[in-house]
């Protein structure tokens, strides 16, 4: 055969072969035997599949192997299902490893917690890191950790537990979803952020709330998608609602907005978030009630005057560290203190993200930590102040970590979605998740029992409050206030460590945690 000659393609080859399947079987069928009829609904519209295949042009792989090409798509489909069951080992897996994962489970189910045969993680590696212990351990008496929230402009302060569920909306995650977190921080006396999708009935069953106020106002929102002043002093002043956190950014997508299907803006949701009920709905990138620094204090202000004087604050992910100057400059210049400062991570990440927002946009966690602390010591306000941390807080040690550089309290999302069930199946963003958890689909949240998971969230808050309790006493820390950077620290190369203090600039704590002896 020559260069020149046309050689035979797979997809005729694979046809053929249908072709001539399809013959044994009609022959088969003639000289009478029994199976052949039913192999004929079988063999007949794979050749009409791998005709039409054949033809169009929008899948190459189909075109190149008709029928035997759906395999790659199969494959690809239960990849992340292949890599957790088969190939994954205890400390791989991303964005939560099967070990972080594991001691969710298992805190949520109050079952074993401990680990044998010592630890997985390579203490040589850079990136690991530890926390100093002392030889003189304390004893804590008082193991509920608490913090007051609202400075002296808050005339109604609030006493969060230091670990809380973070910011997931009713129509991000299901109802059942809500509703299980919700009773289950009810149980466990620790507060919700009901996210920016407003404050749905699944709220509303006995725990306290976070009401985040995003860029669509929804649950505050007029007409004309603009911020109501009445409406938001109505869900205000429920008494569920113990603070008001507006939105700025998040870190899985900061400075990007989100849109709410209308096949998905159902009437419930409509309702629950004031719009009109089967149209597309639009969250902008920014809010349209302020401009500047300024005026965003100014609306601060107005929020918490409407809300009947409950702590009020803003959530943000770090990008121009220049703006969060200009912030804490028109604190100052304005006189209008927030009561508290959320600093979310760029690894943060329950919401739905393009690639280049999730991968490549914000500052991480712990680096904005530091920068967020060193600021408001600059400028005078870390007394008034407080700060609540999110991104990948599962553990004591990430409770801890996030205090020592700063934070007062702090939030934990998905931590929060595996004591629910949750997989790590990376579909939340189909709706076809298949533990009900961030799904619309009746037919899959409906599996998720209430009853049960609100005993397991309750469960994951107090047995991770536990878990930093003891480490707390391990260390000699006989309060939050005496979590001290200067003693975590971090592999920096194969030879050197250093401390926390010295990687982020921050000498001491610099935020009082108020802890609460009750």
Known sequence: ???????????????????????????????????????????????????????????????????IGYLRYWLESIRPEMRQYFFESDTDGRPFSRRQRSIVYQRAKNERQTVAFGMQLDPEKPGFEWVAHSIYPVLIRNKNLRIWIGNSQCSQPYRASIFNIGAMSYGALSKTAIQALNEGAALGGFAQNTGEGGI????????????????????????????????????????????????????????????????????????????????????????????????????????????????????????????????????????????????????????????????????????????????????????????????????????????????????????MMFALGCVQALRCDSGKCPTGVATQEPNLYKGLDITDKRVRVANFHSNTIKATVEMMESCGFKSTDEINVSSFFRKIDLVHSSSFSEIYGIEKNIIQSDFINN
């Open 200 to 415: 749905s009935p699944y709220h509303l069953r006995g725990g306290d709330l976070i009401w985040q106020v995003g860029t669509g106002y929804f649950g505050c929102r007029s007409a004309d998608g603009n911020f109501d002043a009445e409406l938001f002093r109505t869900n205000a002043r429920r008494p569920s609602v113990k603070m008001i956190e507006l939105k700025l950014s998040q870190g899985a997508k900061p400075g990007h907005g989100g849109i709410l299907p209308a096949i998905k803006n159902s009437p419930e949701i409509a309702k629950i978030r004031n719009v009109i009920a089967g149209t597309p709905i639009i969250s902008p990138p920014g809010h349209t009630a302020f401009s500047n620094a300024e005026s965003m204090m100014i609306f601060l202000e107005q929020l918490r005057e409407l809300s009947g004087g409950k702590p009020v604050g803003f959530k943000l992910c770090i990008g121009s560290k220049k703006e969060f100057h200009e912030i804490c400059y028109a604190i100052r210049k304005t006189h209008i203190i927030p009561d508290f400062i959320v600093v979310d991570g760029s690894e943060g990440g329950t919401g739905a993200a393009p690639l280049e927002f999730t991968d490549h946009i914000g500052m991480p966690l712990y680096e904005a930590l530091g920068f967020v602390t060193k600021t408001l010591k600059n400028y005078k306000l870390n007394e008034e102040i407080k700060i609540i941390a999110a991104g990948k807080i599962i553990t004591g040690f990430d409770i801890m970590k996030t205090i020592a550089l700063g934070a007062s309290a702090c939030y934990s999302s998905r931590g």
């Open 1 to 67: 055969m020559t260069r020149n000659q046309k050689r035979i393609s797979v997809s005729s080859i694979i046809i053929l072969l249908i072709i001539l399947l399809n013959g044994f079987i009609i022959l088969s069928a003639i000289s009478g035997s029994q199976w052949t009829s039913a192999a004929l609904f079988i063999s007949v519209p794979l050749l009409f599949i791998a005709i039409f295949n054949v033809r169009q042009k929008k899948h190459a792989i189909l075109r190149n192997y008709p029928v």
